[in-house]
């Protein structure tokens, strides 16, 4: 009776030890509001937050966007310094420039709008495990996009930390960035 309590112990620490965190991110190269490329490298260094939207979102993106905000705000001007937020818009055809980069930032001046093209913003989406949809069958000028609402959070190198829904409470996103910083 004791060897198989003390082999199902051993097992769960045994995988509990080689658990190996989530493969979610990795390379990938979009465009800043200025035109020019953006890749992760530009990331080393801070503790990163991704988010994927639209400015046209009428409800969702508008919340999380202002939820990681106010989780920001409780940090001192350094530790916010030692963040960086990165809006990816899913939506290229209406979000592109400044105005994509004006909209993240009337959330927090940390915040960056950045997109790409349709093959680029493809291949992020993918490697962050998320999801979107564009339906233009109804009005292809005003259209709704499907899409996961997810803030991941990144470690100074890139690796995956956490993640948080839209309506994730922002004491949750300040304890765990409060325990990287």
């Known amino acids: 009776m004791l060897v198989p309590l003390v082999a199902a112990v051993f097992a769960f620490f045994l ?3 080689t658990e190996e965190p989530p493969a979610i991110g990795g390379p990938f190269e979009l465009v800043m509001a ?11 260094g801070y503790f990163t937050f991704i988010y994927f939207g639209y400015t046209a979102c009428p ?3 508008p919340t999380s966007l202002a939820t990681l905000s106010s989780a920001l705000d409780a940090f001192s001007k350094d530790d916010q310094q030692k963040t960086q937020t990165l809006f990816v818009s899913v939506d290229p055809d209406r979000d592109h420039g400044e105005d994509l980069d004006d909209y993240a930032k009337t959330f927090h001046e940390t915040f960056m709008g950045v997109t790409g093209s349709r093959a680029q913003i493809d ?12 339906d233009k069958s109804d009005d292809p000028d005003l259209y709704p996009v499907d899409h996961a609402s997810i803030i991941y959070l990144m470690d100074r190198n890139g690796r995956y930390v956490s993640h948080f829904t839209h309506n994730a409470p922002p004491e949750r996103i300040q304890k765990k960035l409060q325990e990287l910083l």
């Open 34 to 44: 200025d035109g020019s490329a953006i890749t992760e490298k530009a990331l080393d």
């Open 123 to 134: 291949q992020m989406v993918a490697a962050y495990k998320s999801y979107y949809k564009i």
């Open 15 to 17: 995988i509990a030890k």
């Open 59 to 61: 409800d969702v993106c």
